[in-house]
Every structure is written in structure tokens, then in C-alpha cells.
């Protein structure tokens, strides 16, 4: 897509940032969460670092992607838990995959060596995004929850980084 650029969210993002978060949890198959949380409950669960914003030649942002630690013990210090979302309005034009491959870069630069995420098996579109990024298949973690009620599977993806020995 011409003119895209990934940066930095910063706290003057929020507002787009929670409208395409609230817009994909719309979807129904992005996760369980069924509200998208406030600025502060993001910004308190999310890493400082590693949150990034695709925008367009306009400035308007488009799509996001940050991640949270999966662990309080030193042993996985570097295994990250990641979310993608991208404005229904600029789906299908490449900005989550370019998203996935500067959070790929960020997080290898940080000798962060595993990026996970768990996806509804429905998420068509997000198994094929991550499995063109580098992700595979851990598993299906069978009625692993309860979203609108009903119980759903998850699949359980990781990208184990090649280049962090
Ligand atoms: C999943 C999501 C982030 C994909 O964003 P996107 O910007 O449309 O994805 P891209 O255009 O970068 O596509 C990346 C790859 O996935 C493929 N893909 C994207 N949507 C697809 C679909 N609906 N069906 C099949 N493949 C699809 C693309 O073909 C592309 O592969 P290619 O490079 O070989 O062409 C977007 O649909 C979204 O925000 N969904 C709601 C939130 C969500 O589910 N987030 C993930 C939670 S785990």
C-alpha cells in the first residue's frame, strides 16, 4: 500500500486506536473480550514498548499492534503475547502484515526470542496472516472459554525468532 509508515503510538493515538480495537472485538471473532478497554486499562496491561501504528500518507492511523508479557518469571522474559488490528476500511492491503514484520524487528532488536498469540479457529484472516509472518500451529486449545455465552477453541500460534540464540 503506497504511502504506509509504521511508528510509535503514542497516548495522542488512543482515541483511533481503541475505535479499530472496538471495531474488530465488532467482529466477533477477534477475541473474547466483548468491550474494548479504556486508554488507561490498555496503556496498564500492554508493554510500554514495542507498540507500533500503521498510518497512512495523511497521518490517519490504520491499524495497531503491541504486546503484553506472558510471565513474571525470568525464564520467559523474552515470550510476548501480541495483538493486530487493522481498520475494516483498510483491510486486505497488507498494513497488519507490515505491522507483524516491524513488531518482528522491534522484538528480535530487543532479544525478545518468542511472539505468541492465541486465535479463534473462525479468524480465517489472522491464520493466514500469521502463517505468511512465520507463525506456527502449537495447537487448539478445545473450549478453552466462553464468548457471547458459548464456548470456543483457540489456536494456540508462536514465531520463535531464528535469529536469538
Ligand atoms: C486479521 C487482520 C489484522 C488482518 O489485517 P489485514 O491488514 O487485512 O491483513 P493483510 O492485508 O496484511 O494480509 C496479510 C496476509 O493475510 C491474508 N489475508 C488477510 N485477510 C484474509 C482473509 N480474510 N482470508 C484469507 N487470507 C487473508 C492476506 O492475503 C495476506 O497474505 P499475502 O501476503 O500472502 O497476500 C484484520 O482482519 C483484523 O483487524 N481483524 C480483526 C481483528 C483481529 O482479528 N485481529 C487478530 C486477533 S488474533
Not at 96 to 120: K, N, P, Y
Not at 139 to 161: A, N, Q
Amino acid at each position: 500500500m503506497n504511502g504506509l509508515l509504521i511508528r510509535p503510538m503514542v497516548a495522542a493515538d488512543a482515541d483511533r486506536v481503541l475505535a479499530i480495537y472496538r471495531a474488530g472485538l465488532d467482529g466477533g471473532d477477534a477475541s473474547f473480550e466483548t468491550v474494548a478497554p479504556t486508554w488507561a486499562e490498555f496503556d496498564a496491561t500492554r508493554s510500554a514498548a514495542h507498540r507500533l501504528v500503521a498510518v497512512d500518507d495523511t497521518g490517519a492511523v490504520l491499524g495497531w499492534v503491541a504486546v503484553s508479557p506472558t510471565s513474571t518469571r525470568p525464564v520467559y522474559a523474552g515470550v510476548v503475547e501480541h495483538s493486530v488490528y487493522v481498520d475494516p476500511a483498510a483491510r486486505g492491503r497488507g498494513v497488519a502484515r507490515l505491522l507483524l514484520d516491524a513488531l518482528i524487528a522491534a522484538t528480535e532488536a530487543a532479544r525478545i526470542w518468542t511472539i505468541q498469540s492465541g486465535v479463534f479457529p473462525e479468524n480465517v484472516a489472522s491464520l493466514a496472516l500469521h502463517a505468511r509472518a512465520g507463525f506456527r500451529v502449537v495447537g487448539v486449545r478445545e473450549r478453552v472459554g466462553r464468548h457471547h455465552g458459548r464456548w470456543r477453541d483457540v489456536v494456540l500460534l508462536e514465531r520463535r525468532s531464528a535469529v536469538i540464540d
